[in-house]
């Protein structure tokens, strides 16, 4: 009886945590605001909405400045637990990344090219 009655809370423990592990928020999935500081364009903002179909993260890119632009999808995404890599094409020059690292819960600070790029959650 003893036996079992370990058994049993073992097997709780066990799916409490298997649960708490599948309730944990996906840091990166969520609206953010990326803006590029001193472009040839100027500083340039873009919007997207990152979420996560079949285990990866997918969206666009919109600039709220411009209504009228193009959004451009987000052709891949490569992830780590603190580090984010934003692909999407350009006509003017191809393929472009934007390389974003974790600063806190709501920031993200990078790279476009050689361009420093932030990001910030958009509660």
């Known amino acids: 009886m003893k036996k079992m009655k370990y058994l049993l809370l073992t097997i709780i423990m066990f799916v409490g ?13 969520g609206k953010w605001e990326i803006s590029v500081k001193d472009t040839p364009m100027g500083d340039m ?42 692909y999407f094409e350009s006509a003017e020059v191809g393929e472009i990344a934007i390389d974003l690292a974790k600063v806190d819960q709501d920031n993200l600070k990078g790279t476009l090219y050689t361009f420093e790029a932030n990001a910030k959650r958009v509660k």
Not at 17 to 29: E, I, L, M, N, S
């Open 17 to 29: 945590v298997v649960t708490y592990g599948q309730t944990t928020p996906d840091f990166f999935a």
């Open 45 to 86: 903002k873009f919007l997207t909405d990152l979420v996560r179909q079949d285990g990866k993260l997918t969206g666009e890119l919109s600039v709220p400045a411009d209504a009228s632009a193009p959004k451009r999808p987000i052709t891949r995404v490569e992830e780590t637990a603190d580090k984010l890599v934003l």
